[in-house]
């Protein structure tokens, strides 16, 4: 599995951004896929993530309400729409896939991870 992600910048105090994680290598309709960042310094956290294939989506409660998840099956793409941002919101941003149905907030749990994207929200 390669998982290429995209679209970090910088940005704004509320502005948007949008990344993209494209996959290749499997066939992902059984998988499930996280998002997660690290700001310097800190732990990894997981910031949300969506079954492949009922397309259920679950979201940390710090981005839930301005983080959207969606995936487009023809492209393998899963997107991470976030808006409203804020400069705690920067951080190195990754895309994760784990070979089960359900998605689990533990980076622990994943096991393939794209190579970063680095957001950076200005105050």
């Known amino acids: 599995v390669q998982l290429q992600a995209s679209g970090g910048g910088l940005v704004q105090a509320g502005g948007s951004l949008r990344l993209s994680c494209a996959a290749s290598g499997r066939t992902f309709s059984s998988y499930s896929m996280g998002w997660f960042r690290q700001a310097p310094g800190k732990e990894r956290e997981f910031v949300g993530g969506?079954?492949?294939?009922?397309?259920?989506?679950y979201y940390a409660d710090s981005v839930k309400g301005r983080f959207t998840i969606s995936r487009d099956n023809a492209k393998n793409t899963v997107y991470l729409q976030m808006n409203s941002l804020k400069p705690e919101d920067t951080a190195v941003y990754y895309c994760a896939v784990r070979t089960r149905t359900v998605v689990s907030s533990s980076p622990a749990e994943y096991d393939y991870w794209g190579q970063g994207t680095q957001v950076t929200v200005s105050s």
């Open positions: 969506i079954s492949w294939r009922s397309a259920s989506t």
